[in-house]
């Protein structure tokens, strides 16, 4: 049989088995589906080298079973979205199959550049000296004109937030449209930068129908925008790859649809937080990466997010590392123990809580202090 | 309160309720998740017009309501991907919400130009006449060259399938590289059909990179290619749109990733296949839709896929109807009887079927002598 093109993915699944059904059986089955979509003996001899193969399978708790599958990772070849299928293109219609983690061949690392800002990008951009977690606050909410929006981002801005995202459900509405927006909102935290000496960064939604991407970048760089905000399972992993190769803006990623792949609920599906949010959003070269942290509106393992900030900031061949962005309904008052737990390499997105206060600006000051302590 | 913001969008959505919840509560919960993102007291007056309303709410089985709740098409005007962030973005990061039908305002559907061929322009382009059901073959397996490749896809095209799409785990690989395979494939298509008159069409697999679209696309054309299969949920919604906007290509779209939208073991949580892969594709302008129909490896309830083909194939505004296009492990010998079930608006995909034959050629010409019979 000839040797597996290199390099290959070596890929952890969990696989729920059917009555009776072995692990080994099953896991050959997801390899076949994943690759030849045809049963082995029907594989000619010169296509056995991208068929799936079956490294190792381990039973799991009751009823599960975990497997190795090498997969040919050059089916793919500089390709997110077609790494996506590979991953879990067919898989996703069959119960009971999880993504649990991935082995990366530096020469896969090797065709993404992943983030262009990275940590230390992101914190220059900011104007951040010294190594503090990062405030970042929310443009909301929708219905707003472009100028009521502008007046709570330069609220925002004089209060000490370090960068201001529009909510990602604010694209291109007639109430507040795109041109205009980033526009009123950029000089908005322009004006407070002035007046405060600070150096606030605003990240514009860039969503909005395709053909007018190019468009759109166009338009930030005009305003002088230097970041923006993106949603990866929206536009595509690979529209967001592009568009962090060429629009030299930092980019920070909503996890908008992610739920999908990883519900709290039935841990046997899916794929891992950690590897699509982490592995996968950092190669398409997201700089910071929104996530829900548990205690807010979302259910979200306390385990799960410290995989996926390891997976964000730890090493992963030479793409930069990423920020962490727990959100989902963080309180302010809770901010002191999330920098304990997840130290300054974050971003703490904190939106509607400052809604809530009676002073935008001051509740804002507020936490941006706790962030900016020197450690005691 | 001022006026909603035409058009409305009136979204039917399936609620798990927590311990103690009411479906109102749960309701208005999530129709300030998906719009305001903030609750309804800090929402301004004059944001309230873009607030998500609760229109309705019935319990339904135990421990779950129907709510219907408005949303502001606006906030996505002409742009799918922010659609589908309107409806499901954040929601999928909470259990127990599922997305049941939708009614669509002739407003919104306007934005969408939706199939460029629809069924009568893909049973032309295949040169079909006459209102019968197609067969599609596919180009299998990953790792054979692309004469190889060829070879199949002229067996398949002289027993007469009327389509043979590519894999969708074919796109670029260093055994078939993308501008190679679909010339010799088409090639194959081209000398097939002179050989016996008829006119099948090839389908390459339209992945790669994002940057290497348009010039993937103008390949096609050069080679003479008038239809692709693309994969949506992997691709993009949006940038599917606008290939079927520019390209002229007649579009066919693969389910990939879909299962993690509607997992038949989870029918509490996602979107319903058909409004997924039947109105969400349908806008996108994809002609003909493969879905996995039940009996084959995917488990795909029949009630979903009756549905499923109601919105292909059913009145959607001015939209064209598209194909269904079940798959996913069809036994040839089920053909009349899905025949019978389906109508004559539907394209079989027979893929690995054929290949567990001695002849493919012949195998797939018992299938399409079914087809091609005069109803008894």
Redesign the interface.
Known sequence: MPAH?APLLLVRYRLALGDGESGESRALRLAC???????PD???A??????GRVLSVESAESGAALATIAL?A??????L??L???L?????????VRVESIEWPAEVLAQYPGPAFGISGLRELAGVRGRRALLCG?A??????SS?LADRVEALARGGADLIKD?????????SPFAERVARCQEAVHRANQATGGSSLYVPNL?????GWAGRIERLREVGCRAALV?PL??????V??IA??SSLALLA????????F????PS??IAPEILLGDLFRLAGCDAVIY?HQGG????PAARSAALSEHLRGPLGHLRPAFPVPA?GIASERVPALLQELGPDTIFLI??AL??EPDLERATAQVAAVLREKPR
Do not use: M
């Open positions: 093109p589906e994943q690759t030849s979509e045809l049963s029907l594989v000619p010169s296509a056995q080298p991208f068929l040919p050059e089916a793919a070849r500089g390709d979205a077609q996506l299928v590979l879990y293109g067919n898989a996703s219609l069959q119960p009971g929310a909301k909410p929708l219905g707003l004109s009521q909510d990602h459900g604010i694209s291109n509405p007639p109430s969503a909005g129908p395709a053909a949603a929206a536009l595509g992993l690979e529209s790859r592009e190769a060429s909503h996890p908008a649809l992610a739920g999908s792949f519900a709290a609920d039935r599906q899916g829900p509106r979302f259910p979200f989902g939106g509607s809604y809530g």
